[in-house]
């Protein structure tokens, strides 16, 4: 299994232009994510989904937007990139997080996003 | 509030051994989680306490969790240079989420 990829691994955008993140997923997982990382600052939760077909916004969703359209794919797009959305981008999946299990989130590589 | 409180940098020599700490804010938390993230990689788990236990140990790691203080430890024996990456804490909260912290950047030196 690959578990979870992303594409890109690297994009410089100028600002204003757009562009859409890929995540997938082979582990049959019904909820996925998307996260920014920034130094000094953790990670921040920008949109989820909790099936194919729904998502729901996070910490920080200004900006962005998401779709689900099969449940194994989580697209990020950025309509129109501005400099502040410079950071690394993390994309996870997981079971449903029932308090009676240890099952938790699985990462992707990452994605290294520059604005221009 | 659901801040999770971790300290921004350790470093340690070769041989030594590290401890990372974590302040967590749910009380109702189920399961707590550490975390590795390697220069450039994405987040890996690396060890997780469910709430009703004081410790794990698994190898060169050990998790201590005090409860009643809501702090969470990971001790890790003999630290290598591969060691070095950010750790992240992170708890399960009573709403079936996972809130990170900020992550401690370990520097391991020969």
Known sequence: ?116 | GEDVEQSLFLSVREGDSSVINCTYTDSSSTYLYWYKQEPGAGLQLLTYIFSNMDMKQDQRLTVLLNKKDKHLSLRIADTQTGDSAIYFCAEKTGFQKLVFGTGTRLLVSP
């Open chain 1, 1 to 116: 299994n690959a578990g979870v990829t992303q594409t890109p691994k690297f994009r410089v955008l100028k600002t204003g232009q757009s562009m859409t993140l890929l995540c997938a997923q082979d582990m049959n997982h019904e909820y996925m994510y998307w996260y920014r990382q920034d130094p000094g600052m953790g990670l921040r939760l920008i949109h989820y989904s909790v099936g194919e077909g729904t998502t729901a916004k996070g910490e920080v969703p200004d900006g962005y937007n998401v779709s689900r359209l099969k449940k194994q794919n989580f697209l990020l797009g950025l309509e129109s990139a501005a400099p502040s959305q410079t950071s690394v981008y993390f994309c996870a999946s997981s079971p449903p997080l029932g308090g009676g299990t240890q099952e938790t989130q699985y990462f992707g590589p990452g994605t290294r996003l520059l604005v221009l």
